[in-house]
């Protein structure tokens, strides 16, 4: 069963429509995070949750929000999609190790 | 900072040979974490190991094993007896205090029948 779940695994926008993209977890864990895939590259981490506590990286843009209501659910939100920001989003939690969900590949036309 | 280098970009063997895929990290940090994930076509990332920094020892998991030499910052990794299903992108990663992992490029590995 998965235990981080990521809605949709495909999504479309188009540039500068404002999109949202999903994840769950049933592990309650404490730590969440959102990381940035481009094709033929590393994960780039983009944010974390300590709980509540919400840690940007320095370099994330600012078209980049996340929210997380509860500890199950986080959201990543793109105010205004370009180009670049086509990739896969992959969300994971942690507990001595990253579970990753299967992600949401982000297409922009 | 963090650093994980994966030197080969892709490697290509043809099945049931053994192939070793080489990671080489930099940290200053004395307490760290070193991870394998294994990526499939489906894009999910896979765990396969964690080791800590304090141990050194060899691992062994059915046809994986992984090589940790903390005198040459080097945390190998290496599948005998490669299959077909073995074919995904392989990561390094290096976690370090503030539960940050840094992802090395990945080795593309390709195991022909």
């Known amino acids: 069963d998965a235990m981080v779940i990521q809605n949709p695994r495909y999504q479309v926008t188009q540039f500068g429509k404002p999109v949202t993209l999903s994840c769950s977890q049933t592990?309650?864990?404490?730590?969440m995070y959102w990381y940035q895939q481009k094709s033929s590259q590393a994960p780039k981490l983009l944010f974390h949750y300590y709980d509540k506590d919400f840690n940007n990286e320095a370099d994330t843009p600012d078209n980049f929000q996340s929210r997380r209501p509860n500890t199950s659910f986080c959201f990543l939100d793109i105010r205004s999609p370009g180009l670049g920001d086509a990739a896969m989003y992959l969300c994971?939690?942690?507990?001595?190790?990253?579970?990753f969900g299967s992600g949401t590949q982000l297409s922009v036309l | 900072a963090q650093k994980v280098t994966q030197a080969q970009t892709e490697i290509s063997v043809v099945e049931k040979e053994d192939v070793t895929l080489d990671c080489v990290y930099e940290t200053r940090d004395t307490t760290y974490y070193l991870f394998w994930y294994k990526q499939p076509p489906s894009g999910e990332l896979v765990f396969l190991i964690r080791?800590?920094?304090?141990?050194?020892q060899n691992e062994i998991s059915g046809r994986y094993s992984w090589n940790f030499q903390k005198s040459t910052s080097s945390f190998n990794f290496t599948i005998t007896a490669s299959q077909v299903v073995d074919s995904a992108v392989y990561f390094c990663?290096?976690?370090?205090?503030?539960?940050?992992?840094?992802f090395g490029e990945g080795t593309q590995l390709t195991v022909n029948p």
């Open positions: 990663a290096l976690e370090t205090s503030g539960s940050r992992l840094t």
């Open positions: 994971a939690t942690s507990r001595e190790k990253l579970f």
């Open positions: 080791r800590n920094s304090f141990d050194e």
């Open positions: 592990l309650n864990h404490n730590v």
